[in-house]
């Protein structure tokens, strides 16, 4: 069992590239979650997915786009990157099923924007 | 919006002294969760609190949910190098499809 990946672990971007971070699990996660990390600031919701071919906005969900065409991936997509955007981009995932339910983290992608 | 203050920011003791970080929600919140992230790793699950006024230990940690539900504490005792990390509480809301909302925090260090 992988568990929760994400490619890549660094990327540095110019201001306007865009990219797209891959988030895979193998553990039968229903939900899935892209987080972004900040000093100070915890963890911010950006994106979630309650389910193949779902996604709902977070907290801070402008500047980025997501899809979930396979219950195993959730991608995050940044059109026209910022270096307000210039973070610590962590993937979660849970099953969904009653009692404790525990977010799972992938090792996370620093991103730099120039 | 919903809001989980966690305090302090920063804590920095000698090893062998004890360490607690306190998280406060602007609502009753339906569960809490206590998560630790080591320097440059991610956030790892420690436990969930469901009942009000719930206590659980585990080893040197105990956690405590509060009568109100809106209130939770991770106290540490006898801190070991090992603790070293980011501590974080992330509360649960019934009506939140199961999201949570993370506090920002405590960081602890421990001096050897």
């Known amino acids: 069992n992988a568990g929760v990946t994400q490619t890549p672990k660094f990327r540095v971007l110019k201001t306007g590239q865009s990219m797209t971070l891959l988030c895979a699990q193998d553990m039968n996660h229903e939900y899935m979650y892209w987080y972004r990390q900040d000093p100070g600031m915890g963890l911010r919701l950006i994106h979630y997915?309650?389910?193949?071919?779902?996604?709902a906005k977070g907290e801070v969900p402008d500047g980025y786009n997501v899809s979930r065409l396979k219950k195993q991936n959730f991608l995050l997509g940044l059109e026209s990157a910022a270096p307000s955007q210039t973070s610590v981009y962590f993937c979660?995932?849970?099953?969904?099923?009653?009692?404790?339910?525990?977010?799972?983290f992938g090792p996370g992608t620093r991103l730099t924007v120039l | 919006g919903q809001q989980v203050m966690q305090i302090p920011q920063y804590q920095h003791v000698q090893e062998g002294e004890d360490f607690t970080t306190y998280c406060n929600s602007s609502?009753?919140?339906?569960?809490i969760q206590w998560y630790k992230q080591r320097p440059g790793g991610h956030p790892v699950f420690l436990i969930q609190l469901v009942k009000s006024g719930e206590v659980k230990k585990q080893k040197r940690l105990t956690f405590q949910f509060g009568e109100a539900k809106k209130n939770s504490s991770l106290h540490i005792t006898a801190t070991q190098t090992t603790d070293v990390g980011t501590y974080f509480c992330a509360g649960g809301n019934r009506g939140s499809q199961g999201n949570l909302i993370f506090g920002k925090g405590t960081k602890l260090s421990v001096k050897p």
């Open positions: 997915s309650v389910g193949e071919g779902t996604t």
């Open positions: 609502t009753t919140l339906s569960n």
């Open positions: 979660a995932g849970r099953r969904g099923l009653a009692g404790v339910d525990t977010q799972y």
